[in-house]
C-alpha cells in the first residue's frame, strides 16, 4: 500500500481522526473545512484511509498542503483492499494517538462531534464512545422506511448473540466511534464489510463503553456504498464471530474427546486385565482416568481463555467429572430408547447416542462450567515490555499501560479472594527453609479488612488480595501493586525513583522532593507555560545509563492544583467533589494517616475504607493541561530538588543527588503494609535488591547536573527554566500547514 507522510512535531499525537474513504474526492474538503476548527492542530492527526479509483488520493494531498493538520494518506492498491472495516483497522495500525476516532467523510458523522466524543472518554474514564443513532430513543431520520428496518433488525441481531458485550450500547453497528489505541486487539479482528465497531466490541474484553447521541446526517456526495453484498458480508460476520467461534471449540473438544476414549479404552484393559477389576469397576474406574485427561486437555486447548473466573479449578473438574459420570449412567437408558422403541439399529443407535451425549456434554461445558458469563475480567497492563500485570480488578493507576492482552505470562497476577491459610502453611513449612516463597500481611479483620498474601514463582510474584481491596483499587495498586512493580523493575535494570519528568528536545528534566511539597503543581504551572512534553508527575523509571521513561499516573490534585492551571477539563460535579476530596486527601490528612501507623489500629483498612468512601481526586494530564504532549523516552540530563521554606540553593554533588534521590523514593513508598512487605520484596530472589537499585540510580545521575532550589512561595516553577535551559521540542508553528504523510503499509 502506498502511504505518505510530511514532517511535523516529534511529539507523537494525543488522538488520530482515521477517515475511511472510496471515492470520496468531492468530499474530502468540505469534510476538513468543518472538522479543522474543533481539533487542536499540535495534538491531532489526520488519516485518510483509500480505496479509491477516482481523484481522492490527490484532492488529500491537495487538502493537506492547506492545513495545519498533520495528515497521512494510505492509499490501499486493489488487491489489498478488503472492505470498510479493513480500511479502518489499517487505519488504526496507521495511527499513533492515544485515542484514535474513526467517521466517514461524507459528513453523514458530523465532524464538529469528534470533540465531544474525546471530552466524554476523559471525564468518564472509559475505553470506548459511540456515537449513537439510537441513543435516547432517537432513530435515523435520514433512512428510508425499509433501510431503518433492515439497521434496526441488524441491531437487534447482534445485541441477541452478545448481550452482555454490547449492553452498553444502543448502536453497535455505528461507524463513528472513538476508542484507545492500545485497546484494539488488532491481531485479533478478523475484518470483512462494515461493521469494526462490531468487531472490536466483540473480540474485546472488559471494555468501558458509553455513547452520545447523534443525528445521521444527509450525504454530501458521491454515492452510498451499502449493497446486497454487504449485507451477506454482516451475516457472515456474525457467523464468524459467535456461530464460528461455537463451532471451532465443539470440534476441539470433540477432538479432545476421541483422544480420551483411547486413554478410556486402555484404562479399562489395565484394570481388566492387569488389576482383575471386574468390568464394571474397570469402566468407572477407566472413566474416571478419561476424564482427568479430557479435563486437562479441555483447560488446555479448548477453555484456555476462560480458566480466570469465580469457579476455581477444583469447581471446574468436579463438574466436569459429574457430566462424565451422569453420560455413562444415561448412555444405558438411551439405548434402549433408540433401539427397543424407535427401533434402531443397535450400531446405530451406537453413535447417534454417543453423538447426543458429546452435543450435550460440550453444550454444559461450554455454558456452565466454562461459561463466559463467570469470567471474571482480566486486565492487563504492559510496561515498557519490562514488567507486565494482570489483575482481576482494574488498576486505574496503569491506564496508560493497558493493553487488551498479553504475550506472555504476566510478571505480577493480582487476584481478590479469601487467603488461604492452607496455603499459607504449606508454603511455610516446606519452602520457607530453602527461599522466602512466600509472605503475609493480615489486619485480621477478614473479608472486611485488609489482608495480602504474596507469592514468589522466582521470575514472577502473585497477590492475593482481601475482598475490601476490590473496592478499593488506589490502595490495592498504591500499597501493594506498586512496590511489587518497584523492586521487579530493579531485577531488570530499571530504577522507578519518586520524581517528575519533563522533558524538552530529548533532554529529561527530573524534579523531585518529598511526598506533599508542592511538584505536582509545580510540573503543571511548567507545562501550562512552556513547550515540554510530559513523561510523569510521581514516579519516573530510569535505567543505569540515563535513559528515562514515562510512568504517567493520573495526577492526585486539590483545589489548589486546579487553580494552578488555566483550562482544565473537569466538570462542575468534578470541582465541587474537590471540596471534600482536597481535605481528606490532604497534606494534614496523610500525616494523620502517618501518625496513626504508630498506633495499633489497623491502618491499612482504615485507609482502604478511607478512599472507597472518598476517592482520591486523580485525574490524567490531558484533563489538567489540555494542549500537553506525552512523551515516552528522554535522556536524564537535570535534576532538581524543591524545598519548602528557606535554604540554600546550589548545584549538588553527584553522590549526594543520589542520596536525596533514594531518600525520597523511601519516603514515597513508607505507608502500611510496605514495611512488613519489603525484605521479600527486596530479597524473594536469594539476593538484596536495595544495592542493585541504588547502584542504578547512582550511574544514572552520574553524567547528570543537578541542583536544589528552596522557596517561601513555592514559585519553583519560575525558577526552573533558567536553571534547565527549557526551551522545547521543534515543531510546526500553529496555523502553519503540515504536508501530506505516505507510508507504506506491508500487504499480506
Request: hydrophobic share 45%; proline share 6%; aromatic share 6%.
Amino acid at each position: 500500500m502506498d502511504s505518505e507522510t510530511g514532517e511535523a512535531s516529534s511529539a507523537a499525537p494525543y488522538l488520530s481522526v482515521v477517515v475511511p474513504t472510496k471515492d470520496e474526492e468531492r468530499n474530502v474538503v468540505p469534510f476538513l473545512e468543518r472538522l479543522l476548527p474543533h481539533l487542536d492542530p499540535e495534538r491531532t492527526e489526520v488519516v485518510f484511509v483509500d480505496d479509491s479509483d477516482d481523484g481522492t488520493p490527490d484532492m488529500v494531498r491537495a487538502a493537506a498542503g492547506r492545513t495545519p493538520l498533520p495528515v497521512t494518506l494510505v492509499h490501499r492498491p486493489k488487491e489489498a483492499r478488503n472492505g470498510l472495516a479493513g480500511a479502518v483497522v489499517d487505519g488504526i495500525r496507521a495511527a499513533a494517538g492515544h485515542w484514535v476516532c474513526v467517521l466517514d467523510s461524507d459528513l453523514q458523522h458530523p465532524p464538529e462531534l469528534v470533540p465531544t466524543l474525546l471530552a466524554e472518554a476523559e471525564s468518564r474514564g472509559d475505553d470506548v464512545v459511540v456515537a449513537s443513532r439510537y441513543a435516547d430513543g432517537q432513530r435515523a431520520t435520514s433512512f428510508g422506511a425499509i433501510r431503518s428496518l433492515l439497521s434496526r433488525g441488524s441491531t437487534l441481531a447482534a445485541k441477541t448473540l452478545f448481550p452482555h458485550r454490547l449492553d452498553a450500547t444502543s448502536d453497535p453497528m455505528s461507524g463513528f466511534f472513538l476508542v484507545r489505541r492500545n485497546l484494539v486487539p488488532l491481531d485479533r479482528l478478523r475484518p470483512r464489510g462494515f461493521k469494526i465497531l462490531l468487531e472490536i466490541l466483540a473480540r474485546s474484553n472488559a471494555l468501558r463503553v458509553s455513547e452520545v447521541p447523534f443525528e445521521f446526517g444527509v450525504r454530501h456526495a458521491e454515492k452510498s456504498k451499502a449493497s446486497a453484498r454487504e449485507a451477506v458480508a454482516y451475516l457472515l460476520q456474525l457467523w464468524e464471530l459467535r456461530i464460528g467461534a461455537v463451532g471451532r471449540r465443539m470440534a476441539a473438544f470433540g477432538l479432545v474427546g476421541l483422544s480420551g476414549l483411547v486413554v478410556n479404552a486402555l484404562a479399562f484393559a489395565a484394570f481388566l486385565h492387569l488389576a482383575s477389576f471386574r468390568y464394571l469397576a474397570a469402566a468407572a474406574l477407566a472413566t474416571q482416568v478419561s476424564t482427568l485427561w479430557n479435563f486437562a486437555w479441555l483447560e488446555r486447548l479448548v477453555f484456555d481463555r476462560r480458566r480466570k473466573r469465580r469457579r476455581s479449578r477444583g469447581t471446574r473438574l468436579l463438574g466436569f467429572a459429574v457430566l462424565n459420570n451422569v453420560g455413562l449412567l444415561l448412555r444405558g437408558p438411551l439405548l434402549v430408547l433408540l433401539v427397543d422403541v424407535l427401533a434402531l439399529g443397535a450400531d446405530t443407535a451406537n453413535v447417534v447416542s454417543l453423538v447426543a451425549l458429546t452435543a450435550a456434554r460440550f453444550a454444559i461445558a461450554d455454558g456452565w462450567i466454562w461459561s463466559d458469563d463467570d469470567e471474571l475480567p482480566s486486565h492487563a497492563y504492559d510496561i515498557h515490555g519490562l514488567v507486565s500485570v494482570e489483575s482481576d480488578t482494574a488498576l486505574p493507576e496503569l491506564a496508560a499501560f493497558r493493553v487488551p492482552a498479553l504475550d506472555a505470562p504476566a510478571t505480577i497476577t493480582v487476584q481478590i479472594g479469601a487467603l488461604s491459610r492452607l496455603q499459607t502453611d504449606l508454603v511455610t513449612a516446606l519452602l520457607e527453609p530453602i527461599r522466602p516463597m512466600h509472605t503475609r500481611y493480615d489486619e485480621g479483620l477478614g473479608r472486611l479488612g485488609f489482608g495480602i498474601d504474596l507469592i514468589s514463582t522466582g521470575e514472577r510474584v502473585h497477590v492475593v488480595a482481601s475482598p475490601l481491596l476490590r473496592r478499593s483499587p488506589h490502595v490495592l495498586y498504591t500499597n501493594v501493586v506498586e512496590p511489587v512493580i518497584r523492586w521487579s523493575l530493579v531485577r531488570r535494570g530499571y530504577a522507578l525513583v519518586h520524581g517528575a519528568c519533563i522533558a524538552d528536545g530529548g533532554r529529561a528534566h527530573l524534579i523531585t522532593a518529598h511526598t506533599d511539597t508542592g511538584k505536582t503543581t509545580t510540573v503543571l504551572k511548567l507545562l501550562e507555560r512552556h513547550p515540554a512534553s510530559f513523561l510523569s508527575d510521581d514516579l519516573t523509571l530510569v535505567r543505569a545509563d540515563g535513559l528515562a521513561l514515562a510512568y504517567p499516573k493520573p495526577l492526585t490534585i486539590s483545589r489548589h492544583t486546579v487553580r494552578a492551571v488555566q483550562r482544565p477539563l473537569l466538570s462542575l460535579r468534578e470541582r465541587a467533589g474537590l471540596v471534600l476530596q482536597s481535605h481528606v486527601h490532604s497534606r494534614s490528612g496523610r500525616q494523620f494517616a502517618f501518625l496513626l501507623t504508630k498506633t495499633q489500629l489497623p491502618v491499612a483498612t482504615i485507609n482502604a475504607l478511607v478512599q472507597l468512601i472518598v476517592p482520591p481526586p486523580k485525574y490524567a494530564i490531558g484533563r489538567l493541561v489540555p494542549h500537553v504532549v506525552e512523551a515516552t523516552t528522554a535522556h536524564l540530563e537535570t535534576m532538581v530538588v524543591i524545598r519548602r521554606g528557606t535554604g540554600e540553593d546550589g548545584v549538588l554533588e553527584a553522590g549526594e543527588a543520589t542520596e536525596i534521590l533514594m531518600a525520597n523514593s523511601g519516603d514515597a513508598f513508607g505507608f502500611p503494609p510496605y514495611a512488613a512487605i519489603e525484605p521479600f520484596l527486596r530479597g524473594h530472589t536469594g539476593r538484596d535488591l536495595a544495592d542493585t537499585e541504588r547502584e542504578i540510580v547512582s550511574s544514572a545521575l552520574a553524567g547528570c547536573r543537578a541542583a536544589v532550589l528552596h522557596s517561601v512561595t513555592l514559585d519553583w516553577y519560575e525558577q526552573i527554566p533558567e536553571l534547565i535551559g527549557l526551551t522545547g521540542a521543534a515543531g510546526a508553528a500553529p496555523g502553519e500547514p503540515v504536508p501530506v504523510k505516505e507510508v507504506s503499509l506491508a500487504f499480506e
